[in-house]
Nanobody, 121 residues
Framework: HVQLVESGGGSVQAGGSLRLSCAASTGTASGRCMGWFRQAPGKEREGVSLIYIPTGTTSYFDSVKGRFTMSRDNAKNTLYLQMNSLKPEDTGMYYC???????????????WGQGTQVTVS
């Protein structure tokens, strides 16, 4: 069983920055893809960014391109999401995910963290 623990959320004014972290309990056992999803109140979960672990290839949802950057520290089994130029519409619960395939469908990911709240005002 893989455990994902997020940290780094908080409240920030529009235009500010936050850095989220996701510590995984295992490395390759977490699957071939990791990433971040988010859910705003009253809305469905949506993908934010994905990383294909074998190649390190990253993908970003259109709404965050150019503002968010994801990276991974393999030695620490930790995933990061640097969020710059934050907007109120970025508000939501951010979840770290891990699974076998990189897809924007949340149902494809077997492992989810507990989430960390990001609030932009």
């Amino acid at each position: 069983h893989v455990q994902l623990v997020e940290s780094g959320g908080g409240s920030v004014q529009a235009g500010g920055s936050l850095r989220l972290s996701c510590a995984a309990s295992t490395g390759t056992a977490s699957g071939r893809c990791m990433g971040w999803f988010r859910q705003a109140p009253g809305k469905e979960r949506e993908g934010v960014s994905l990383i294909y672990i074998p190649t390190g290839t990253t993908s970003y949802f259109d709404s965050v391109k150019g503002r968010f950057t994801m990276s991974r520290d393999n030695a620490k089994n930790t995933l990061y999401l640097q969020m710059n130029s934050l907007k109120p519409e970025d508000t939501g619960m951010y979840y770290c995910v891990a699974g076998r395939a990189c897809t924007w469908s949340s149902s494809a990911f077997q492992y989810w963290g507990q989430g960390t709240q990001v609030t932009v005002s």
